[in-house]
């Protein structure tokens, strides 16, 4: 039988924690520094990545993920080495995907160009909005003419590329939200991220909500709305869903996504990063810390300080269909029953089924456009006991 990696994909997730400030929405492992020893984090990164190529020899690696924080503060000539040390380690796959994050604040054509000689063949850009207004509440340090001659740099230098925007913001109507989707789709991307807004705890946005001073936030079923006309005018326009907030033309969808949404393996490395590996038929989740100095310091060590759990089958289980059920494909049937030996509850298949939540295509079980907003209830019937 095929391997996990085989079956599903083998990627590499770089997490530099670094940015220039603070968003007050964002919940990821970001940090302000006024001085960052590049050197000495390109040595971490390259130990890490030594250990981890000593226990998957062999494997083919299908994608690299720049990720943050902001990568793009990251020096060409680093990101030229964590690529070359990867493909000393691992076979690169024909079609490998090397994307790299980056906000339109640190959009240099002279990196870029260094990024795309390093290897990278992709950009995601962190637009969030394109009106000045929402930018400035949002905490984002660019104005929408900048973000938009950014573009224009990344489109110059990449074949592939993609942007982020959030919905549902303070003050946003529907009318408003139609008209900036409407403008996005007029910049012909090949992949957009359209997420909606969140308040998440331990936020600047959070404290905000919980003393009762975050105003304007939309009632649930005007975001419903908004959610329902962004698959709309996204399919329109060539560009469906493939995934709840992910949408791509054909072929353009993001392989490294792909692989956290289909149960694939694969490495994180930096602050905060988690993986999956798939080791002599055990899955094990890896962690590290959160703290940037302390990662670095237990990278740099002559110790392996690296953090890996087991994973109950139960829990792979859960994690394969929570994901997978987020994506137009769906989830294998077979490989459920092959790889994490598990079958669901049939009468409530049929429930769902005949509810328009869910359908199955021969071995696939997949949720439907309406199913998919409410994918935590359909898991509670269908997970086996």
Same mark, same amino acid.
Request: aromatic share 10%; hydrophobic share 40%; glycine share 8%.
């Given at each position: 039988m095929?391997?996990?990696w085989?079956?599903a994909?083998?990627?590499?997730?770089?997490?530099w924690?670094?940015?220039?400030?603070?968003?007050?929405?964002?919940?990821?492992n970001s940090?302000?520094?006024a001085?960052?020893?590049?050197?000495?984090?390109?040595?971490?990164?390259?130990?890490?990545?030594?250990?981890?190529?000593a226990?998957?020899?062999?494997r083919?690696l299908?994608?690299i993920y720049?990720?943050g924080?902001?990568?793009?503060?990251?020096?060409?000539?680093?990101?030229? =080495?964590?690529? *070359? !040390?990867?493909?000393?380690?691992w076979?690169?796959? #024909? @079609?490998i995907?090397?994307?790299l994050e980056?906000?339109?604040t640190?959009?240099?054509?002279?990196?870029?160009?260094?990024?795309?000689? =390093?290897?990278? *063949? !992709?950009?995601?850009?962190?637009?969030?909005?394109l #009106? @000045?207004?929402?930018?400035?509440r949002?905490?984002?340090?660019?104005?929408?003419?900048e973000?938009?001659?950014a573009?224009?740099?990344?489109?110059?230098?990449?074949?592939?590329?993609?942007?982020d925007?959030?919905?549902?913001?303070?003050d946003q109507t529907?009318?408003?939200?139609?008209?900036?989707?409407?403008?996005a789709?007029?910049?012909a991307?090949?992949h957009?991220s359209?997420?909606?807004l969140?308040?998440?705890p331990?936020?600047?946005?959070?404290?905000?909500?919980?003393?009762g001073?975050?105003?304007?936030?939309?009632?649930?079923?005007?975001?419903?709305?908004?959610?329902?006309?962004?698959?709309?005018?996204?399919k329109?326009?060539?560009?469906?869903?493939y995934?709840i907030s992910?949408?791509?033309?054909?072929?353009?969808?993001?392989r490294?996504?792909?692989?956290y949404?289909?149960s694939?393996?694969?490495i994180?490395?930096?602050p905060?990063a988690?993986?999956r590996?798939?080791?002599?038929?055990?899955?094990?989740a890896?962690?590290?810390?959160?703290?940037?100095?302390?990662?670095l310091?237990n990278?740099?060590?002559?110790?392996?300080?690296?953090?890996?759990?087991l994973?109950?089958?139960?829990e792979?289980?859960?994690?394969?269909?929570?994901?997978?059920?987020?994506?137009?494909?769906?989830?294998?049937l077979?490989?459920?029953l092959?790889?994490?030996?598990?079958?669901?509850?049939?009468?409530?298949?049929?429930?769902?089924?005949?509810?328009?939540?869910?359908?199955?295509d021969?071995?696939?079980?997949?949720?439907?456009?309406?199913?998919?907003?409410?994918?935590n209830?359909?898991?509670?019937?269908i997970?086996?006991e």
């Amino acid at each position: 039988m095929l391997e996990n990696w085989q079956t599903a994909g083998f990627g590499l997730y770089v997490h530099w924690p670094f940015c220039a400030a603070k968003c007050p929405y964002c919940d990821f492992n970001s940090h302000v520094s006024a001085s960052i020893d590049q050197d000495a984090w390109l040595t971490a990164y390259l130990k890490e990545l030594d250990r981890y190529g000593a226990d998957t020899p062999g494997r083919v690696l299908t994608s690299i993920y720049f990720g943050g924080g902001t990568p793009s503060l990251m020096a060409p000539a680093i990101v030229a =080495a964590i690529i *070359d !040390r990867a493909a000393s380690l691992w076979s690169f796959s #024909n @079609d490998i995907e090397i994307t790299l994050e980056a906000n339109p604040t640190s959009i240099e054509a002279g990196n870029f160009r260094g990024y795309r000689d =390093a290897g990278v *063949d !992709r950009v995601s850009m962190g637009f969030q909005a394109l #009106n @000045d207004a929402d930018l400035k509440r949002l905490g984002r340090m660019h104005s929408v003419d900048e973000g938009l001659r950014a573009l224009d740099i990344a489109r110059s230098h990449f074949n592939r590329f993609s942007f982020d925007l959030i919905y549902a913001r303070q003050d946003q109507t529907l009318a408003a939200w139609q008209s900036e989707l409407d403008r996005a789709l007029s910049m012909a991307p090949d992949h957009l991220s359209l997420y909606q807004l969140t308040i998440e705890p331990g936020t600047a946005f959070g404290a905000r909500f919980e003393a009762g001073k975050l105003s304007g936030l939309p009632e649930e079923d005007l975001a419903v709305d908004m959610f329902f006309h962004t698959q709309e005018a996204t399919k329109a326009a060539g560009i469906p869903a493939y995934e709840i907030s992910n949408h791509a033309r054909a072929g353009q969808e993001s392989r490294h996504n792909l692989i956290y949404w289909r149960s694939g393996d694969w490495i994180g490395v930096g602050p905060g990063a988690h993986g999956r590996l798939t080791i002599d038929g055990n899955r094990w989740a890896t962690q590290t810390p959160l703290s940037p100095s302390k990662w670095l310091a237990n990278a740099l060590g002559d110790a392996d300080k690296r953090e890996r759990a087991l994973v109950p089958l139960s829990e792979q289980v859960t994690e394969y269909l929570l994901m997978g059920l987020r994506t137009v494909e769906g989830i294998d049937l077979v490989r459920l029953l092959n790889q994490f030996q598990s079958t669901l509850n049939i009468n409530k298949i049929k429930e769902l089924q005949d509810l328009d939540l869910i359908f199955v295509d021969q071995e696939i079980l997949r949720a439907t456009d309406q199913g998919r907003p409410v994918l935590n209830g359909i898991l509670r019937e269908i997970l086996p006991e």
